[in-house]
């Protein structure tokens, strides 16, 4: 059986993501290979995160699935540069014998049925393009909590006819919504240890995603689904259902606004911290002062200080003494990132309240909005 280089690599790409290769069942450190209606099947899996993806195969099998080891397979196949892989299946050891050009291999597999079942798709799936949800789960991710916090995950959310992200880690909260996104009802949290995986999905997509949900109430995980249209190559996602309400959280919108191009506020964060090694450094603050027409941004550390001014349209006053919020520039910088050359609307009541942030969008099906909390004053 052969199969074409180029097309192994970018299945593996797709799948290798889910693989874990510190887990006390061994098998999960497998990927799995099985002939299917004329092509092959490739499989990943940690339990949580299920990676499957498609390849043309010509030629015959002896046996039509086999079990290999996932690190040792796919460091072989990337080293491969001619153009077909010749791939036989033997289900009695059971091995697998590859050859590329010069280059033999023979990897010691184990047997099929000890690998995890596979969920197959949803059939109520939604279209959603690639670029689109990856500019969703850019505008939410650096707002969630680190793997492993109580806080982690993105949550998805289907409700008439809107998908709405959010993220949230306790300090800052961020929600993104397009309307339109199509039909279906279900409220999850994407764990943030898949996120890659579906990150490489999306990048390997060029055309529509689907986008579905299946409930396996106490029987299994419920999964959310991603499927390339095209390619037929897809994700189940295992997910949970706690995210907090935040509902309460946007009432706040007045005190101080500040109107700012995105651009300009983003040349500003990085011109505060041009001695600094590492600008996203989670530890560093950002400080941002409204003053007559324009917002003053800056830094002041124990070994420097760096104060710029930006053209903006201030409105109100903050309360208070003191009229500068510091704000951690992680959250910041990936506000002003997302957003490209939009306008910022900023409102601040006080340098120890919540700073709420919303992008001027030209897409009207779409908005976004944040909190993030100051940083407290010494």
């Known amino acids: 059986m052969n199969v074409r280089t180029d097309d192994l690599k970018k299945a593996l790409a797709v799948v290798k993501t889910a693989v874990n290769h510190s887990a006390t069942l061994q098998i999960l450190s497998f990927i799995k290979l099985k002939i ?33 080891p996932a690190r040792a397979f796919t460091e072989w196949v990337a080293l491969c540069d001619a153009p077909d892989i010749q791939l036989d299946f033997y289900d009695s050891e059971p091995l697998l014998s590859a050859k590329s050009g010069i ?14 079942a596979v969920p197959t798709l949803p059939t109520d799936m939604v279209p959603l393009s690639a670029p689109l949800l990856h500019k969703l789960l850019t505008s939410v991710i ?8 109580l806080l982690s995950g993105i949550q998805i959310r289907m409700w008439n006819d809107t998908l709405t992200m959010a993220a949230t880690d306790g300090f800052a909260l961020a929600e993104v919504q397009v309307q339109g996104a199509g039909a279906g009802e279900f409220n999850v949290v994407l764990p943030v240890g898949a996120l890659r995986s579906l990150y490489t999905l999306v990048n390997h997509t060029s055309g529509e995603l689907m986008m579905g949900y299946r409930d396996m ?7 959310v689904f991603f499927a390339d249209d095209d390619e037929g190559s897809y994700l189940g ?16 919108t007045n005190g ?24 996203t450094d989670s530890r560093l603050s950002l400080q941002l002062t409204p003053e007559g027409d324009g917002l003053g941004v800056g830094t002041d550390r124990t070994n420097y200080a760096a104060v710029t001014e930006v053209e903006a349209d201030v409105q109100g006053a903050m309360d208070g003494e003191r009229k500068t919020v510091r704000l ?33 969008l030209s897409d009207e099906r779409m908005k976004a909005r944040y909190v993030v909390m100051p940083m407290a004053y010494k």
């Open 328 to 360: 951690n520039t992680r959250y910041v910088g990936g506000i002003t990132k997302a957003w490209g050359n939009s306008r910022l609307r900023i409102t601040m009541n006080s340098a120890r309240e919540p700073v709420h942030f919303s992008p001027d």
């Open 36 to 68: 299917v209606a004329g092509r092959m099947e490739v499989v990943a899996t940690n339990l949580e995160t299920v990676a499957v993806a498609y390849v043309s195969v010509q030629g015959d099998q002896q046996a039509d699935e086999i079990v290999v």
């Open 217 to 223: 109430g106490e029987k299994d995980l419920s999964r």
């Open 103 to 116: 280059s033999r291999a023979r990897f010691i597999g184990k047997r099929p049925d000890l690998f995890p």
């Open 142 to 149: 650096f707002c969630a909590g680190e793997e492993g916090a």
């Open 256 to 279: 101080c606004v500040v109107k700012v191009n995105n651009d300009l506020l983003q040349g500003a964060r990085r011109i505060a911290y041009v001695v600094s090694d590492d600008i």
């Open 237 to 252: 996602i295992g997910v949970r259902e706690n995210f907090p309400d935040y509902s309460h959280i946007w009432g706040q």
